[in-house]
C-alpha cells in the first residue's frame, strides 16, 4: 500500500554513488524533499 | 531545480534525489552533470514502490498532450538526451515532502513523464509545513 499524506515514512535506505548508503535519517533538516526521478538523461 | 536549490536551503529543507538507476551509472551521470544535492540510487525501486510510484506504458508517454509538452520544454531550451542502454524509460517518478516528524505533507505521483510540480510549488509546500508544524 503506497504511503498517503499524513503517513509516517519509514527510514528508507539508498545506495550512495560512492558505494556507501545514506537513510532519510542522516538528512536532519526541518523538511526533507524527496524526488524520485526517472531515468537518468 | 539545481539552480534554485539555495531557496530550499533557505527555507531549511532538504533535497535527496533518487534513481532506480546502479550507483555506478548515478556516480558516472553525477561525473557529467554534478549536482547541489545529494543522488542516490535505489535499484530495487523498494522506495519507489513504498511511495507509490508507477511505470507507465509506451501509450502513456506518446500521447499527444505530452509529446506537445516535451516540444514546450524544447522550444524552451531543454535537450532530450539518449538514454543509456537499459534505463527503464517507463518508470514515473515522483515528488514529495515530508515534515520534521517525517510524515508525508505533500505527494505528487507521476501521471505521465512531464507531470512534475513547479519549484515554486514545491518551495510553498514548504512553507506550508514549516507553518503547521
Known amino acids: 500500500m503506497a504511503l498517503n499524506v499524513g503517513d509516517e515514512v519509514g527510514d528508507l535506505t539508498f545506495q550512495k554513488p560512492d558505494g556507501g548508503s545514506i537513510r532519510l535519517s542522516d538528512l536532519t533538516a526541518p523538511t526533507l524533499v524527496l524526488i524520485f526521478l526517472r531515468h537518468l538523461a | ?133
Do not use: C
Open chain 2, 1 to 133: 531545480m539545481k539552480d534554485r536549490h539555495a531557496e530550499f536551503q533557505q527555507l531549511g529543507s532538504d533535497v535527496l534525489a533518487v534513481s532506480f538507476s546502479p550507483p555506478e551509472r548515478v556516480a558516472r551521470y553525477l561525473d557529467e552533470s554534478p549536482m547541489p544535492f545529494p543522488v542516490a540510487s535505489d535499484p530495487s525501486r523498494a522506495g519507489y514502490q513504498a511511495f507509490g510510484l508507477e511505470r507507465t506504458t509506451w501509450g502513456g508517454i506518446l500521447r499527444p498532450g505530452v509529446v506537445g509538452r516535451y516540444l514546450g520544454l524544447i522550444l524552451r531550451g531543454w535537450l532530450p538526451h539518449k538514454t543509456a542502454r537499459n534505463e527503464d524509460v517507463l518508470q514515473l517518478g515522483g515528488d514529495f515532502i515530508l515534515n520534521r516528524r517525517r510524515r508525508l505533507v505533500f505527494a505528487r505521483r507521476s501521471a505521465e513523464p512531464t507531470d512534475r510540480p513547479s519549484v515554486n510549488e514545491l518551495l510553498q509546500a514548504i512553507r506550508v509545513a514549516a507553518a503547521l508544524d
